[in-house]
């Protein structure tokens, strides 16, 4: 079964602090991808990467970056948290580009 | 993005009763995929298509790929409690996917 893991599952930070959530997947798999998921928006996408040190922009990349150094492992990072990025982050791998396997998710919160 | 069409948004039904959910695009795509994510959780992957007029089953989960591939369907057999909560779809093509709106379903006893 294909595993993928988020560091955290609840988060509460301060607006301005810099945040790290990580994600590792245990498949070897090519492809990974940071979405955000909120109520009446759906998931959108913020970034993915189809290799290490590769990293694609999604749909809302603003106020957020990417680190893939190892393959298994995909990192977004808040430069300086804002409110309006209180949400549930959630990370998926994709061997093909066929299937998305999700993690848990992390809930985080800004205040 | 663009978010593909699903219906129904949500479904209140009687444990034992069957249930149909679909989702429609203007694009074609290569893959649907369908999900069931519980509150608080990740989305799990329930079944993947992949190919126009597939039919898979899962267990009591049976989805198809749409023969003209902008649209899926997922059925739920017998519906158990536990069959609660939030079923979304996704299509893919090239390294994108996109998502529907979801269905939240709940199941009385």
């Known amino acids: 079964d294909v595993k993928v893991t988020q560091s955290s599952r609840y988060l509460v930070k301060r607006t301005g602090e810099k945040v790290f959530l990580e994600c590792v997947q245990d498949?070897?798999?090519?492809?990974m991808f940071w979405y955000r998921q909120d109520p009446g928006l759906g998931l959108r996408l913020i970034y993915f990467s189809y290799d290490v040190k590769m990293k694609e922009k999604g749909d809302i990349p603003e106020g957020y970056s990417v680190s893939r150094e190892k393959k298994e492992r995909f990192s977004l990072i808040l430069e300086s948290a804002s409110t309006n990025q209180t949400s549930m982050y959630l990370c998926a791998s994709s061997l093909l580009l066929n299937t998305q396997y999700f993690g848990p998710g992390t809930r985080l919160t800004v205040l | 993005g663009q978010q593909l069409n699903q219906s129904p948004q949500s479904m209140f039904i009687q444990e034992g009763e069957d249930v149909s959910m679909n989702c429609t695009s203007s694009?074609?795509?290569?893959?649907w995929l369908w999900y069931k994510q519980e509150p608080g959780e990740g989305p799990v992957l329930l079944i993947a298509l992949y190919k126009a007029g597939e039919l898979t089953s899962n267990g009591r989960l049976t989805a198809q790929f749409g023969i003209t591939r902008k649209d899926s369907f997922l059925n739920i057999s017998a519906s158990i409690p536990s069959d609660v909560g939030i079923y979304f779809c996704?299509?893919?093509?090239?390294?994108?996917?996109?998502f529907g709106t979801g269905t939240s379903l709940t199941v009385i006893p």
């Open positions: 498949m070897d798999h090519e492809n």
């Open positions: 996704a299509g893919q093509t090239g390294n994108q996917f996109y």
């Open positions: 694009s074609i795509f290569n893959t």
